[in-house]
């Protein structure tokens, strides 16, 4: 089966720190990967559409500066916290619909926990 | 109002009960539906699609009412094992599809020996 895989697991860092989260599908190519976040006991929030070689879609309320998205891949996307503080703090989860694959069908990367100190 | 909501719960049940979810929608237009299973710290993963036609995969049958934009997944013999929560997921879908899944809250099922 889609494979998709993120690294690091677990980020703990001090305020101020930039932080890059990678996102990699690894058994197929992926044209879209979605950046989405999570709180506790609250659901998935997307966060931004990337397609491979063109610039990210930012959902509403997600600022672009702060959330670096790159697809430079179709098999790789990075979403880098510029100068992360305490309130972002959550669980960071992308997803990777395959090239050519139906429209709704994602697969999902284990997640990144995020811990600003 | 939401987009997707779901009663969060949690719903605490002995093994072997049977348990029903249920889930709303306010998007006329969405297209496509899914139970997601989540488990705590633990990224989501595709329970089952949920067809007009209603669809059953063992324990879990999920139906469809686009009338009433009402999404229902139905557990039966409860294990220890299905303790998790259940995320509602809708997709809009249309002519420029981009894939984009919306997540409902999740509804949190307790089973109990």
């Known amino acids: 089966g889609a494979v998709v895989s993120q690294h690091p697991s677990r980020v703990i860092c001090k305020s101020g720190t930039s932080v890059k989260i990678e996102c990699r599908s690894l058994d197929f190519q992926a044209t879209t990967m979605f950046w989405y976040r999570q709180f506790p006991k609250k659901s998935l929030m997307l966060m931004a559409t990337s397609n491979e070689g063109s610039k990210a879609t930012y959902e509403q309320g997600v600022e672009k500066d702060k959330f670096l998205i790159n697809h430079a891949s179709l098999t790789l996307s990075t979403l880098t916290v510029t100068s992360a503080h305490p309130e972002d703090s959550s669980f960071y989860i992308c997803s990777a619909r395959m090239a050519g694959g139906l429209g709704y069908t994602q697969y999902f990367g284990p997640g990144t926990r995020l811990t600003v100190l | 109002r939401k987009e997707v909501e779901q009663d969060p719960g949690p719903f605490n049940v002995p093994e072997g009960a049977t348990v029903a979810f249920n889930c709303t929608y306010s998007?006329?237009?969405?297209?496509?539906f899914f139970w997601y299973r989540q488990d705590c710290r633990k990224e989501p993963k595709l329970l089952m699609s949920v067809y007009s036609s209603g669809n059953e995969d063992g324990r879990f049958t999920a139906q469809l009412n686009r009338a009433s934009q009402y999404i229902s997944l139905l557990i039966r013999d409860s294990k220890l094992s299905d303790s998790a929560t259940y995320l509602c997921?809708?997709?809009?879908?249309?002519?420029?599809?981009?894939?984009?899944?919306?997540f409902g809250q999740g509804t949190t099922l307790q089973v109990k020996p």
């Open positions: 997921v809708v997709n809009i879908g249309g002519s420029s599809n981009t894939g984009k899944l919306i």
């Open positions: 998007n006329s237009a969405s297209q496509s």
